[in-house]
């Protein structure tokens, strides 16, 4: 069994750098706490590029992932005392921005459920949107695009439980405890939660992927790496 | 041979499914189920492939001079970083600001009157202390009997919390101020406690003065979840411990302090 991700599997290179990396934040940490302010930036370089990836994902837009980042690095930087350096970090940085950036999606939701009747739903597409997706596919990336609005599209349409589940699970390979952790639900619900945000893409994606899907991913030049079933 | 369903096909790429041989087992045999398997994995990859903008070895250079000047002089160690001797320098610039705020309201009368003997910060300090301190106290009491309040044994019956609720309403207004203050000057430890403490005092003001069980229970849960009356019994029993050390200063007990208010 396999599992894609873009992430490149473990090497003893990688690993040794990871560990490195751990050390080296373990001691940022502590000397952040030791009232050396400037340390704390050592671990911010280190860590925006992951939790953006995170964040974007999360969120679909780059405005909203940006402030999930500052906001994740300002909450880590006020409850440090609170995680001293027993741990990882990055995980624990990542898990901040997760849950910041699912009460964000929560909030933006009822704030556009109360804004929007259904019927401005379908107002919201753009029109040139619709129109380029009519138009006779050329050869290029034209396919690729379309399949990828319709994704964005069934990401929306995914509750912010799904999406944060679907997110973590398929890109960042976390473990089904750290999404109920996040979720704040027991791990047979996080399991189900996973369960079916695949069957709602699944639903919703599969008459524009059918045997092309798999053809697009080789196309695109990251054909899937086995990885393990880790849990 | 019955098939599989789709939840068990899905768990059991996800790795999270108890019966992997027998999955496994059927997967080789039967081509329908295999093809099932491949079409939602046809679907993941695809979603796999899913660009994210990039963001170059500079963004986290870009992150850190935005958050920079929000960051407070010290990362905040929890609510524990508050029974530090140095957070009575955040304690005392605090003070300056509550007092600010009482010269321009309504207690100019009482404060302006007659010169201290002992440093303007030694009154300033003390009177946080007291403040926050009494606060705290009235605070405990409130969530205490609360939480001790035994639930009624069987039957629907109503419990009555208006004086809890009263007495929760007197005192969010007076968290707020200490707890903006706090905000203000960047004293994440203190303002996360009071922000713990006026979410709770919200929610007991704001309950019906008559409630069920359930909801007294909900209540319950509640000021358990932020271990709240923990928090501020030690933060409350410190503010009492500092008030005596600054009470044993020449000219400057509490009361000496409010009988000059009163002149
Ligand atoms: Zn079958």
Request: proline content about 3%.
């Given at each position: 069994m396999t599992r894609m991700s873009e992430s490149a599997g473990s090497t003893p290179d990688r690993e040794a750098l990871q560990s490195a990396a751990r050390e080296s934040d373990a001691l940022a940490v502590e000397r952040t706490l030791a009232g050396e302010r400037d340390a704390f930036r050592v671990l911010v370089e280190r860590h925006s590029q992951q939790l953006f990836r995170l964040a974007y994902r999360m969120t679909g837009n780059e405005h909203d992932a940006e402030e999930v980042v500052?906001?994740?690095?300002?909450?880590?930087?006020?409850?440090?005392?609170?995680?001293?350096?027993?741990?990882?970090?990055?995980?624990?940085?990542?898990?901040?921005?997760?849950?910041?950036?699912?009460?964000?999606?929560?909030?933006?939701?009822?704030?556009?459920?109360?804004?929007s009747t259904p019927s401005s739903l379908a107002e919201e597409q753009d029109p040139l949107d619709l129109v380029a997706d009519d138009r006779p596919t050329p050869d290029r990336?034209?396919?690729?695009?379309?399949?990828?609005?319709?994704?964005?599209?069934?990401?929306?349409?995914?509750?912010?439980?799904?999406?944060?589940?679907?997110?973590?699970?398929?890109?960042?390979?976390?473990?089904?405890?750290?999404?109920?952790?996040?979720?704040?639900?027991?791990t047979s619900a996080a399991k189900n939660t996973v369960f079916r945000s695949v069957q709602k893409l699944r639903r919703a994606l599969e008459p524009y992927v059918g045997a092309r899907g798999a053809l697009q991913a080789k196309a695109a030049g990251a054909a899937p790496e086995p990885r393990g079933t880790e849990l | 041979m019955k098939h599989l369903t789709e939840e068990e096909l899905v768990g059991y790429r996800e790795g999270e499914i108890t019966q992997r041989e027998a999955i496994a087992e059927h997967l080789t045999s039967c081509t329908a189920c295999r093809t099932e398997l491949e079409r939602i994995e046809a679907v993941l990859s695809a979603l796999d492939n899913l660009p994210v903008p990039e963001r170059g070895?500079?963004?986290?250079?870009?992150?850190?001079?935005?958050?920079?000047?929000?960051?407070?002089?010290?990362?905040?160690?929890?609510?524990?970083?508050?029974?530090?001797?140095?957070?009575?320098?955040?304690?005392?610039?605090?003070?300056?600001?509550?007092?600010?705020?009482?010269?321009?309201?309504?207690?100019?009368?009482?404060?302006?009157?007659?010169?201290?003997?002992?440093?303007?910060?030694?009154?300033?300090?003390r009177v946080l202390v007291v403040a926050v301190g009494e606060h705290l106290g009235k605070s405990e009491m409130v969530l205490m009997e609360l939480a001790n309040a035994t639930l009624p044994v069987s039957g629907p019956k109503q419990i009555n919390i208006s004086a809890e609720q009263k007495r929760a309403e007197d005192l969010l207004d007076a968290n707020r101020l200490y707890r903006e203050t706090a905000q203000?000057?960047?004293?994440?430890?203190?303002?996360?406690?009071?922000?713990?403490?006026?979410?709770?005092?919200?929610?007991?003001?704001?309950?019906?003065?008559?409630?069920?069980?359930?909801?007294?229970?909900?209540?319950?849960?509640?000021?358990?979840a932020?271990?709240?009356l923990f928090k501020v019994r030690v933060v409350g029993k410190e503010l009492q411990e500092k008030q005596k050390t600054t009470n044993s200063a020449p000219a400057a007990t509490d009361s000496k302090v409010r009988e000059r208010n009163k002149a």
């Open positions: 500052q906001e994740a690095f300002l909450r880590a930087y006020r409850n440090l005392g609170q995680f001293g350096s027993r741990a990882n970090f990055g995980t624990w940085a990542y898990r901040i921005a997760a849950n910041y950036a699912i009460d964000r999606m929560r909030q933006k939701r009822t704030e556009d459920a109360r804004r990336l034209a396919g690729n695009s379309e399949l990828r609005k319709k994704m964005e599209e069934a990401l929306k349409e995914l509750s912010s439980s799904e999406r944060t589940a679907f997110v973590m699970r398929h890109w960042e390979g976390c473990a089904i405890e750290e999404i109920a952790a996040v979720l704040e639900s027991t | 070895p500079e963004y986290g250079r870009a992150v850190w001079q935005k958050i920079a000047p929000q960051l407070p002089e010290k990362a905040g160690r929890g609510w524990r970083a508050w029974l530090e001797p140095r957070r009575w320098v955040a304690i005392g610039a605090m003070v300056a600001v509550v007092i600010g705020a009482f010269v321009a309201g309504r207690w100019t009368k009482k404060l302006d009157a007659g010169t201290p003997a002992a440093s303007v910060a030694q009154v300033k300090e203000q000057d960047g004293d994440a430890a203190l303002a996360s406690v009071l922000d713990d403490l006026e979410r709770v005092l919200m929610d007991v003001a704001h309950s019906p003065e008559e409630i069920t069980p359930a909801k007294l229970e909900s209540l319950q849960k509640r000021i358990e932020h271990g709240i």
